[in-house]
């Protein structure tokens, strides 16, 4: 929910730029305790994995780690 609403805030920023509005946009990957791993490494590396597939899926989303999408992540794990 959180994540929501700072991609939705982040969103609507217009910023203004000399004659022009300056859009702005925002990939965010997710990841919790204990769920998607145990140690800070296991996290990261989950959040990092969901961030991948946020941005090789279309940018400007959220997405939240999951095992099965990490195909679509287009860089290798360790």
Same mark, same amino acid.
């Not at 929910?1 to 939705?8: Q, S, V």
């Given at each position: @929910?959180? $994540?929501?609403? +700072?991609? =939705? &805030?982040?969103? $609507? /920023? ?7 509005? +300056? &859009?702005? &946009?925002? %990939?965010?990957? /997710? =990841?919790?305790?204990? !769920?998607?791993?145990? *140690? #800070? @490494?296991?996290? /990261?590396? =989950? !959040?990092?994995?969901? +961030?991948?597939? =946020? #941005?090789? *899926? ?11 999408? &990490? @195909?679509?992540?287009?860089? %290798?794990?360790?």
């Amino acid at each position: @929910e959180r $994540a929501d609403d +700072l991609h =939705a &805030t982040i969103d $609507a /920023l217009n910023i203004p730029y000399r004659r022009f509005n +300056l &859009t702005t &946009t925002i %990939s965010m990957g /997710l =990841a919790w305790y204990p !769920a998607h791993g145990n *140690t #800070k @490494e296991d996290l /990261l590396r =989950a !959040a990092d994995t969901a +961030l991948y597939v =946020a #941005k090789n *899926t279309g940018r400007d989303r959220v997405i939240v780690y999951d095992e099965t999408n &990490t @195909e679509q992540v287009g860089r %290798s794990h360790p």
